[in-house]
Nanobody, 126 residues
Framework: QVQLVESGGGLVQAGGSLTLSCTASIRTFGEHGMNWFRQAPGQEREFVAAITWSGDRAFYAHSVEGRFTISRDNAKNTLYLQMNSLKPEDTAVYYC???????????????????WGQGIQVTVSS
């Protein structure tokens, strides 16, 4: 399993921006697809964004497309989520997750992830 640690969350006003980071402990970080999920109180965990192991393709939930950007730096074992034009409905605990398959195809399902970070709170005030 991969140890994942998120950072960069916090409180921001609507319309503002935040960048989340997720640092992985595994030496082979660059061989695994990575995802961001989020979970609001009383709701199920939902897909936010995914990026292929090489970083050449990214996928987004409809609710964040055009506002969020997922990226990765394999040399630094780090995944990012740039969040712009934040809305109160973006308030949630955000989790990074790693697909355990090596060089696997994109996977947006929480059940397909092998490792999870501890989660980080993002709160958007109106």
């Amino acid at each position: 399993q991969v140890q994942l640690v998120e950072s960069g969350g916090g409180l921001v006003q609507a319309g503002g921006s935040l960048t989340l980071s997720c640092t992985a402990s595994i030496r082979t970080f660059g061989e695994h697809g990575m995802n961001w999920f989020r979970q609001a109180p009383g709701q199920e965990r939902e897909f936010v964004a995914a990026i292929t192991w090489s970083g050449d393709r990214a996928f987004y939930a409809h609710s964040v497309e055009g506002r969020f950007t997922i990226s990765r730096d394999n040399a630094k074992n780090t995944l990012y989520l740039q969040m712009n034009s934040l809305k109160p409905e973006d308030t949630a605990v955000y989790y990074c997750a790693a697909d355990g398959r090596v060089h696997g195809p994109p996977n947006i399902l929480p059940g397909g992830m092998d490792s999870w970070g501890q989660g980080i709170q993002v709160t958007v005030s109106s």
